[in-house]
T-cell receptor, first 114, second 114 residues
Framework: DAGVIQSPRHEVTEMGQEVTLRCKPI?????LFWYRQTMMRGLELLIY????????DSGMPEDRFSAKMPNASFSTLKIQPSEPRDSAVYFC????????????FGQGTRLTVV | GENVEQHPSTLSVQEGDSAVIKCTYS??????FPWYKQELGKRPQLIID?????GEKKDQRIAVTLNKTAKHFSLHITETQPEDSAVYFC?????????????FGKGTKLSVKP
């Protein structure tokens, strides 16, 4: 397996534009997490899914943020409209609850909103 | 919800010395405590984890201890090497029948000076 795959790796967009980040978890994993990383706030859990169902979205900062998982192999995190303070590295991670509990991270998407 | 505090935020040691990073958590239901290492520009990767039925776990130069009564756990790195320089994150989650969310501390930037 190629691991957790995120796209794009880098995204530069103008304030007010819609941004969509994508994630493909490791095949067979039933948990998927979205994290945001900044120098000031560290690694923040935004939302996580179990079997494609959102379990806890209390970390989503505002209504401008939304996440979906239409099937077991794909998830999106959307920001609309984007703001400069959304600039961060966004990580997707997946894990399997049945055996180990290690969360495997994707390479991350570095988002810059200008 | 769970809150994880991590100290220190930065740590500088001489090569060959030991390094200790400490974390506290708030949710007494948490029972899984992983540690991740993040090298500059890369994704976080698991280096060691411990579950609540174990007080200590060791893997070569890395060890983790857990005190459930006090709700704190620590990472110990002995005989540090320059390649240990990175940001280290502790995390906690509850796995009462399911994965639960993985909440991270804010990280410790470890610098090992040759």
């Amino acid at each position: 397996d190629a691991g957790v795959i995120q796209s794009p790796r880098h995204e530069v967009t103008e304030m007010g534009q819609e941004v969509t980040l994508r994630c493909k978890p490791i095949s067979g994993h039933d948990y998927l997490f979205w994290y945001r990383q900044t120098m000031m706030r560290g690694l923040e859990l935004l939302i996580y899914f179990n079997n494609n169902v959102p379990i806890d979205d209390s970390g989503m900062p505002e209504d401008r943020f939304s996440a979906k998982m239409p099937n077991a192999s794909f998830s999106t995190l959307k920001i609309q409209p984007s703001e400069p303070r959304d600039s961060a590295v966004y990580f997707c991670a997946s894990s399997f609850s049945g055996v180990g509990t290690e969360a495997f991270f994707g390479q991350g998407t570095r988002l810059t909103v200008v | 919800g769970e809150n994880v505090e991590q100290h220190p935020s930065t740590l500088s040691v001489q090569e060959g010395d030991s390094a200790v990073i400490k974390c506290t958590y708030s949710d007494s239901a948490s029972n899984y405590f992983p540690w991740y290492k993040q090298e500059l520009g890369k994704r976080p990767q698991l280096i060691i984890d411990i579950r609540s039925n174990v007080g200590e776990k060791k893997d070569q130069r890395i060890a983790v201890t857990l005190n459930k009564t006090a709700k704190h756990f620590s990472l110990h790195i002995t005989e540090t090497q320059p390649e240990d320089s990175a940001v280290y994150f502790c995390a906690a989650s509850s796995q009462e029948g399911s994965q639960g969310n993985l909440i991270f501390g804010k990280g410790t930037k470890l610098s090992v000076k040759p």
